[in-house]
């Protein structure tokens, strides 16, 4: 009889036991998951990202008789956001946030800096520069001034312009004609130009909820110094938002 209870008590105990490893595996699978997959089926999604990468001229001078200017290859970026069609739930966005900016030179001897436009138009200035986050506030809708940067609190496009300087001259003289476009790189005697940009783009809503996901983009796209010009488009990008 005193075996029998004992052999009862070792086997609730052995099944109690099984029961709380197959929980924690449970649980362990569902986080691991989720830092994998993100929400299933978050609010809003990036639901197109568009880089354009040429090059533009600056600081046009004359010098006996001959026309220089500096050389900028920019990559005009947009990234495009909007309500999930899934998510059947209100949500209204309080604020979109870039931050931990990263930049890794790859192949290119000139500095590479971020801007944010002023009423639709580039101006390289230092107040226009972007160093480690921006921060749009969400409105009625998505406007960028020069003293609001603002988006549509329910989805907009985010535009940025990620450019490379110092990296030459071109001259020329009246009677020579030039386009105005990447293959400018090799009178410059740019052979080879490539970086990656990563950052975080966090969206934080009305309802106190934040969702975070993780962006990288190869620049300039293509092959801009035998084309000129190159485009870059993805649609409906695999982004996986997490909470934080």
């Given at each position: ?111 590479i800096e971020i801007y944010r436009p002023v009423d639709g138009v580039y101006k390289y200035e230092e107040k226009y520069k972007i160093n480690d ?112």
């Open positions: 009889m005193f075996n029998y209870q004992w052999n009862k008590i070792n086997l609730i105990k052995y099944i109690s036991i099984i029961i709380v490893i197959i929980s924690l595996i449970v649980v362990l699978f569902i986080i691991f998951k989720y830092q994998v997959e993100g929400e299933a089926v978050p609010p809003f999604k990036i639901s197109k990202l568009v880089a354009v990468s040429t090059v533009k001229t600056d600081n046009l001078q004359l010098e006996d008789d001959k026309y220089s200017a500096d050389l900028i290859q920019n990559n005009d970026l947009k990234i495009a956001i909007e309500k999930n069609p899934e998510y059947k739930k209100d949500a209204i966005i309080r604020k979109i946030t870039l931050n931990n900016i990263q930049i890794i030179p790859k192949e290119t001897d000139g500095t986050s921006i921060e749009y506030e969400g409105a009625q809708e998505t406007y960028v001034s020069e003293d609001n940067i603002q988006i549509s609190n329910q989805g907009g496009i985010i535009d940025l312009s990620v450019i490379v300087k110092d990296l030459g001259k071109v001259r020329y003289t009246d009677n020579e004609a030039i386009k105005v476009d990447g293959t400018l790189l090799k009178q410059a005697g740019v052979e080879q130009l490539s970086f990656e940009i990563k950052f975080d783009l966090i969206i934080e809503l009305q309802s106190n909820i934040k969702l975070k996901t993780k962006m990288k983009l190869e620049l300039p796209a293509g092959n801009i110094l035998e084309n000129g010009v190159e485009t870059l488009e993805q649609i409906d990008l695999d982004a996986v938002f997490k909470r934080i």
